[in-house]
Protein backbone atom coordinates (compact mmCIF):
# COMPACT_ATOMS: atom_id res chain seq x y z
CA UNK A 1 0.00 0.00 0.00
CA UNK A 2 0.97 3.54 -0.59
CA UNK A 3 -1.07 5.70 1.50
CA UNK A 4 -3.41 5.51 4.38
CA UNK A 5 -6.08 7.74 4.84
CA UNK A 6 -7.50 7.73 7.65
CA UNK A 7 -11.06 8.81 8.77
CA UNK A 8 -11.43 12.13 10.04
CA UNK A 9 -12.65 10.70 13.16
CA UNK A 10 -9.54 8.60 13.82
CA UNK A 11 -8.45 8.97 17.37
CA UNK A 12 -4.76 9.26 18.31
CA UNK A 13 -5.03 5.80 19.33
CA UNK A 14 -6.24 4.34 16.49
CA UNK A 15 -3.89 6.44 14.31
CA UNK A 16 -0.64 4.75 16.51
CA UNK A 17 -1.93 1.59 16.33
CA UNK A 18 -1.71 1.79 12.09
CA UNK A 19 1.32 3.26 12.63
CA UNK A 20 2.80 0.64 14.68
CA UNK A 21 1.31 -1.86 12.21
CA UNK A 22 2.73 -0.45 9.31
CA UNK A 23 6.26 0.11 11.03
CA UNK A 24 6.51 -3.92 12.06
CA UNK A 25 6.09 -4.53 8.45
CA UNK A 26 9.64 -2.68 8.20
CA UNK A 27 7.80 0.13 6.27
CA UNK A 28 9.12 3.98 6.64
CA UNK A 29 6.68 6.36 7.35
CA UNK A 30 5.53 10.09 6.44
CA UNK A 31 2.66 10.84 8.72
CA UNK A 32 0.88 14.20 7.42
CA UNK A 33 -1.80 15.91 9.71
CA UNK A 34 -3.66 17.93 7.36
CA UNK A 35 -6.61 20.29 9.14
CA UNK A 36 -8.75 17.72 7.93
CA UNK A 37 -7.68 14.34 8.31
CA UNK A 38 -4.21 12.46 9.14
CA UNK A 39 -2.56 10.74 6.32
CA UNK A 40 0.26 8.00 6.50
CA UNK A 41 2.55 8.21 3.00
CA UNK A 42 4.49 4.61 2.95
CA UNK A 43 8.25 5.35 1.75
CA UNK A 44 9.90 2.94 -0.56
CA UNK A 45 9.22 -0.03 -2.95
CA UNK A 46 5.56 -1.55 -1.22
CA UNK A 47 5.12 -3.15 -4.60
CA UNK A 48 6.03 -6.63 -3.05
CA UNK A 49 3.38 -5.54 -0.17
CA UNK A 50 0.41 -8.22 -0.75
CA UNK A 51 -3.60 -7.55 -1.82
CA UNK A 52 -4.06 -9.47 1.21
CA UNK A 53 -1.85 -7.38 3.59
CA UNK A 54 -3.31 -4.41 2.06
CA UNK A 55 -6.78 -5.38 2.86
CA UNK A 56 -6.14 -5.99 6.42
CA UNK A 57 -4.75 -2.56 6.80
CA UNK A 58 -8.00 -1.26 5.21
CA UNK A 59 -10.03 -3.14 7.73
CA UNK A 60 -8.42 -1.83 10.92
CA UNK A 61 -10.46 0.98 12.55
CA UNK A 62 -9.79 4.62 12.06
CA UNK A 63 -8.59 3.75 8.41
CA UNK A 64 -10.70 5.22 5.30
CA UNK A 65 -9.00 4.35 2.38
CA UNK A 66 -5.84 2.30 1.54
CA UNK A 67 -4.40 3.64 -2.50
CA UNK A 68 -1.49 2.23 -3.93
CA UNK A 69 0.05 4.97 -5.72
CA UNK A 70 1.51 3.94 -9.18
CA UNK A 71 3.43 7.10 -9.53
CA UNK A 72 7.66 6.67 -8.51
CA UNK A 73 7.13 9.83 -6.42
CA UNK A 74 4.77 9.53 -3.89
CA UNK A 75 4.98 12.13 -1.55
CA UNK A 76 4.93 15.02 -4.45
CA UNK A 77 2.16 13.19 -6.11
CA UNK A 78 -1.68 14.47 -6.30
CA UNK A 79 -2.92 11.51 -5.24
CA UNK A 80 -0.98 12.02 -2.19
CA UNK A 81 -2.54 15.13 -1.33
CA UNK A 82 -5.19 16.59 -3.21
CA UNK A 83 -5.16 20.62 -2.13
CA UNK A 84 -2.54 22.89 -3.20
CA UNK A 85 0.36 23.02 -0.87
CA UNK A 86 0.57 26.64 0.11
CA UNK A 87 4.06 27.71 1.87
CA UNK A 88 4.33 30.70 4.39
CA UNK A 89 7.18 32.89 4.60
CA UNK A 90 7.25 35.53 7.09
CA UNK A 91 3.35 35.52 6.59
CA UNK A 92 3.80 35.27 2.34
CA UNK A 93 2.25 32.64 1.55
CA UNK A 94 3.59 30.77 -2.16
CA UNK A 95 0.98 28.50 -3.61
CA UNK A 96 -1.74 30.71 -2.65
CA UNK A 97 -4.14 33.16 -4.72
CA UNK A 98 -1.36 35.85 -4.47
CA UNK A 99 1.78 35.32 -6.99
CA UNK A 100 4.77 36.30 -5.39
CA UNK A 101 7.82 38.34 -7.02
CA UNK A 102 11.51 37.37 -6.41
CA UNK A 103 13.62 39.66 -7.46
CA UNK A 104 17.27 41.18 -7.40
CA UNK A 105 20.91 40.39 -9.22
CA UNK A 106 22.65 37.46 -10.69
CA UNK A 107 25.10 37.87 -7.58
CA UNK A 108 25.54 39.83 -4.58
CA UNK A 109 28.97 42.22 -5.69
CA UNK A 110 28.95 44.65 -2.90
CA UNK A 111 26.78 46.27 -0.25
CA UNK A 112 26.16 49.62 -1.97
CA UNK A 113 24.85 47.91 -5.33
CA UNK A 114 22.32 45.37 -3.90
CA UNK A 115 21.09 47.59 -0.94
CA UNK A 116 19.86 49.65 -4.14
CA UNK A 117 18.48 47.33 -6.09
CA UNK A 118 16.78 45.63 -3.11
CA UNK A 119 15.16 48.74 -2.29
CA UNK A 120 14.18 49.33 -5.93
CA UNK A 121 12.80 46.03 -6.71
CA UNK A 122 10.78 46.36 -3.76
CA UNK A 123 9.55 49.64 -4.62
CA UNK A 124 8.82 48.24 -7.80
CA UNK A 125 6.32 45.09 -6.56
CA UNK A 126 9.07 42.24 -5.45
CA UNK A 127 8.06 40.14 -2.34
CA UNK A 128 11.30 38.36 -2.15
CA UNK A 129 14.87 39.46 -2.58
CA UNK A 130 17.58 37.21 -4.12
CA UNK A 131 20.99 37.30 -4.75
CA UNK A 132 23.89 34.71 -4.99
CA UNK A 133 26.08 34.26 -2.35
CA UNK A 134 27.72 30.83 -4.20
CA UNK A 135 27.78 31.07 -8.06
CA UNK A 136 27.82 27.82 -9.50
CA UNK A 137 29.72 29.17 -12.80
CA UNK A 138 30.48 27.14 -15.78
CA UNK A 139 34.17 28.17 -15.86
CA UNK A 140 36.29 28.34 -12.50
CA UNK A 141 37.72 31.21 -13.40
CA UNK A 142 34.59 33.71 -13.35
CA UNK A 143 33.69 35.29 -10.73
CA UNK A 144 32.28 32.48 -8.06
CA UNK A 145 30.62 35.13 -5.36
CA UNK A 146 31.24 36.51 -2.38
CA UNK A 147 30.45 33.86 0.13
CA UNK A 148 29.66 34.70 4.14
CA UNK A 149 29.81 38.47 3.51
CA UNK A 150 27.35 38.42 0.46
CA UNK A 151 25.17 36.67 3.01
CA UNK A 152 25.63 39.35 5.48
CA UNK A 153 24.72 42.01 2.92
CA UNK A 154 21.86 39.90 1.94
CA UNK A 155 20.58 39.78 5.51
CA UNK A 156 21.49 43.51 5.95
CA UNK A 157 19.21 43.89 2.59
CA UNK A 158 15.68 41.78 4.23
CA UNK A 159 16.67 44.01 7.04
CA UNK A 160 15.99 47.55 5.02
CA UNK A 161 13.36 46.29 3.01
CA UNK A 162 11.31 43.49 5.25
CA UNK A 163 11.94 41.12 2.28
CA UNK A 164 12.44 37.73 2.60
CA UNK A 165 15.84 36.08 1.42
CA UNK A 166 16.04 33.49 -1.52
CA UNK A 167 19.87 32.56 -1.67
CA UNK A 168 21.78 29.66 -3.17
CA UNK A 169 23.07 26.39 -1.90
CA UNK A 170 25.70 24.72 -3.97
CA UNK A 171 27.13 22.25 -1.02
CA UNK A 172 25.72 20.91 2.10
CA UNK A 173 29.01 22.10 4.13
CA UNK A 174 27.60 25.28 3.42
CA UNK A 175 24.11 24.53 4.63
CA UNK A 176 24.73 25.43 8.51
CA UNK A 177 25.87 28.71 7.65
CA UNK A 178 23.26 29.31 5.15
CA UNK A 179 20.30 28.42 7.33
CA UNK A 180 21.21 31.41 9.61
CA UNK A 181 21.01 33.79 6.61
CA UNK A 182 18.51 32.63 4.37
CA UNK A 183 14.46 32.12 4.20
CA UNK A 184 14.17 30.26 0.92
CA UNK A 185 16.75 28.12 0.09
CA UNK A 186 17.81 27.89 -3.80
CA UNK A 187 18.80 24.56 -5.49
CA UNK A 188 20.05 25.43 -8.95
CA UNK A 189 19.73 23.99 -12.00
CA UNK A 190 22.71 22.32 -12.52
CA UNK A 191 22.46 20.61 -8.57
CA UNK A 192 18.52 19.26 -9.97
CA UNK A 193 20.37 15.82 -9.63
CA UNK A 194 22.83 16.10 -6.78
CA UNK A 195 20.80 13.67 -4.68
CA UNK A 196 23.13 13.89 -1.70
CA UNK A 197 22.70 17.79 -1.48
CA UNK A 198 18.88 16.98 -1.99
CA UNK A 199 18.85 14.67 1.25
CA UNK A 200 20.73 17.52 3.50
CA UNK A 201 17.76 20.05 2.43
CA UNK A 202 14.94 17.90 3.09
CA UNK A 203 16.00 17.39 7.13
CA UNK A 204 15.73 21.06 7.61
CA UNK A 205 12.87 22.68 8.46
CA UNK A 206 13.04 25.68 5.34
CA UNK A 207 11.45 25.97 2.15
CA UNK A 208 13.52 24.58 -1.00
CA UNK A 209 13.34 26.72 -4.44
CA UNK A 210 14.35 23.48 -6.78
CA UNK A 211 14.83 24.76 -10.42
CA UNK A 212 14.44 22.47 -13.02
CA UNK A 213 17.83 20.95 -14.61
CA UNK A 214 19.42 21.50 -17.91
CA UNK A 215 18.08 18.28 -19.56
CA UNK A 216 15.38 17.57 -16.77
CA UNK A 217 12.08 15.48 -17.27
CA UNK A 218 9.64 16.48 -15.83
CA UNK A 219 9.29 12.99 -13.95
CA UNK A 220 12.86 13.87 -13.29
CA UNK A 221 12.28 16.89 -11.38
CA UNK A 222 9.21 15.84 -9.45
CA UNK A 223 11.38 12.96 -8.15
CA UNK A 224 14.12 14.85 -7.06
CA UNK A 225 11.27 17.10 -5.10
CA UNK A 226 10.83 13.65 -3.78
CA UNK A 227 14.17 13.10 -2.50
CA UNK A 228 13.84 16.33 -0.35
CA UNK A 229 10.31 15.58 0.73
CA UNK A 230 11.34 11.83 1.56
CA UNK A 231 13.87 13.27 4.50
CA UNK A 232 10.24 15.31 5.79
CA UNK A 233 10.81 18.43 4.35
CA UNK A 234 7.83 19.15 2.75
CA UNK A 235 8.06 23.12 1.60
CA UNK A 236 9.37 22.32 -1.86
CA UNK A 237 8.92 25.12 -4.47
CA UNK A 238 9.53 23.85 -7.97
CA UNK A 239 11.31 26.57 -10.37
CA UNK A 240 10.75 26.30 -14.18
CA UNK A 241 13.85 27.85 -15.54
CA UNK A 242 14.13 27.03 -19.00
CA UNK A 243 15.44 23.87 -20.64
CA UNK A 244 18.34 22.81 -22.99
CA UNK A 245 17.17 22.37 -26.44
CA UNK A 246 18.88 23.20 -30.52
CA UNK A 247 17.45 26.55 -30.55
CA UNK A 248 19.63 29.05 -30.27
CA UNK A 249 18.26 32.81 -29.85
CA UNK A 250 17.51 32.20 -26.74
CA UNK A 251 19.83 31.08 -23.97
CA UNK A 252 17.53 27.98 -23.03
CA UNK A 253 13.92 27.38 -24.42
CA UNK A 254 11.11 28.32 -21.53
CA UNK A 255 9.19 25.09 -21.23
CA UNK A 256 5.19 27.10 -20.14
CA UNK A 257 3.18 23.92 -20.42
CA UNK A 258 5.29 22.44 -17.82
CA UNK A 259 3.49 25.19 -15.10
CA UNK A 260 -0.18 23.29 -16.59
CA UNK A 261 1.72 19.90 -16.21
CA UNK A 262 2.77 20.11 -13.29
CA UNK A 263 -0.47 21.88 -11.84
CA UNK A 264 -1.56 18.20 -13.30
CA UNK A 265 0.68 16.18 -11.06
CA UNK A 266 1.95 17.80 -7.96
CA UNK A 267 0.32 19.76 -5.36
CA UNK A 268 3.80 22.03 -5.19
CA UNK A 269 3.72 25.85 -6.01
CA UNK A 270 4.93 26.42 -9.07
CA UNK A 271 6.89 29.52 -10.45
CA UNK A 272 9.09 30.54 -13.77
CA UNK A 273 12.28 32.05 -13.69
CA UNK A 274 11.97 34.35 -17.56
CA UNK A 275 15.15 35.60 -16.67
CA UNK A 276 17.44 32.39 -17.26
CA UNK A 277 15.33 30.57 -19.76
CA UNK A 278 15.79 33.07 -22.13
CA UNK A 279 18.89 35.09 -21.16
CA UNK A 280 17.88 38.36 -23.07
CA UNK A 281 16.68 41.33 -21.02
CA UNK A 282 14.07 42.00 -23.64
CA UNK A 283 11.94 38.74 -23.60
CA UNK A 284 11.57 39.03 -19.84
CA UNK A 285 8.77 40.79 -20.08
CA UNK A 286 6.50 38.66 -22.90
CA UNK A 287 7.45 35.35 -20.92
CA UNK A 288 7.12 36.98 -17.79
CA UNK A 289 3.32 37.85 -18.72
CA UNK A 290 2.63 34.30 -20.33
CA UNK A 291 4.53 32.51 -16.66
CA UNK A 292 1.65 34.32 -14.85
CA UNK A 293 -1.11 33.34 -17.87
CA UNK A 294 -0.17 29.87 -17.78
CA UNK A 295 -1.05 29.54 -13.74
CA UNK A 296 2.54 30.46 -12.42
CA UNK A 297 2.37 30.72 -8.41
CA UNK A 298 5.35 33.58 -9.07
CA UNK A 299 8.20 34.55 -10.95
CA UNK A 300 11.74 34.46 -10.29
CA UNK A 301 13.09 37.49 -12.14
CA UNK A 302 17.34 38.72 -11.86
CA UNK A 303 17.03 43.21 -11.84
CA UNK A 304 20.48 44.65 -11.59
CA UNK A 305 20.87 48.81 -11.62
CA UNK A 306 23.65 48.60 -13.68
CA UNK A 307 23.22 45.30 -15.90
CA UNK A 308 26.26 46.27 -17.94
CA UNK A 309 28.98 46.16 -15.49
CA UNK A 310 27.12 42.89 -13.76
CA UNK A 311 29.61 40.32 -12.65
CA UNK A 312 27.20 37.66 -14.21
CA UNK A 313 23.99 37.31 -15.74
CA UNK A 314 24.37 41.05 -17.19
CA UNK A 315 22.73 40.69 -20.58
CA UNK A 316 19.35 39.10 -18.94
CA UNK A 317 18.74 41.70 -16.34
CA UNK A 318 16.17 44.25 -16.03
CA UNK A 319 16.96 47.99 -15.31
CA UNK A 320 14.28 48.99 -12.13
CA UNK A 321 12.06 50.72 -14.60
CA UNK A 322 11.92 48.12 -16.62
CA UNK A 323 11.37 45.75 -14.29
CA UNK A 324 8.51 48.34 -12.37
CA UNK A 325 6.87 48.78 -16.04
CA UNK A 326 6.69 44.94 -16.13
CA UNK A 327 5.45 44.60 -12.65
CA UNK A 328 2.24 46.49 -13.94
CA UNK A 329 1.44 44.82 -16.74
CA UNK A 330 1.64 41.82 -14.79
CA UNK A 331 -1.08 42.79 -12.22
CA UNK A 332 -3.14 43.32 -15.42
CA UNK A 333 -2.64 39.49 -16.41
CA UNK A 334 -2.90 38.48 -12.98
CA UNK A 335 -6.52 39.72 -12.33
CA UNK A 336 -7.20 38.67 -16.06
CA UNK A 337 -6.75 35.21 -14.48
CA UNK A 338 -8.38 35.62 -11.23
CA UNK A 339 -5.56 35.70 -9.18
CA UNK A 340 -3.47 39.18 -7.40
CA UNK A 341 0.13 40.48 -7.25
C1 LIG B 1 20.65 31.80 -10.73
O1 LIG B 1 19.51 31.78 -10.23
O2 LIG B 1 21.37 32.81 -10.77
C2 LIG B 1 21.14 30.55 -11.37
C3 LIG B 1 22.43 30.23 -11.40
O3 LIG B 1 20.14 29.85 -11.93
P1 LIG B 1 20.12 28.41 -12.69
O4 LIG B 1 20.50 27.42 -11.64
O5 LIG B 1 18.70 28.32 -13.13
O6 LIG B 1 21.08 28.49 -13.83
MN1 LIG C 1 21.86 34.20 -12.81
Redesign the pocket.
Do not use: A, F, I
Given at each position: MDIVVLKKSASQDEIDNIQKRLEQKGLALNVSKGTERTIIGVIGDTSKISEEEVDSVRAMSGVDEVMRIVKPYKLASRDFKKENTVIDVDGLKIGGNRIHIIAGP?AIEGRDILLSIAQKVKEGGASFVRG?AF??RTSPYTFQGMGEEGLQILLEAKKLTGMPIVT?LMDPRDLTLMLKYTDII?I???NMQNFRLLLEVGMVDKPVLL?RGLAATIKEWLMAAEYIMSRGNHKVILCE?GVRTFETATRNTLDLSAVPVLKQLTHLPVIV?PS?AVGRWDLVKPMSLAAVAAGADGLLIEVHTKPEEACS?GEQSLKPDVFNDLVKSLRLVATAVGREI
Open positions: CGKPEQGTRKRDHD
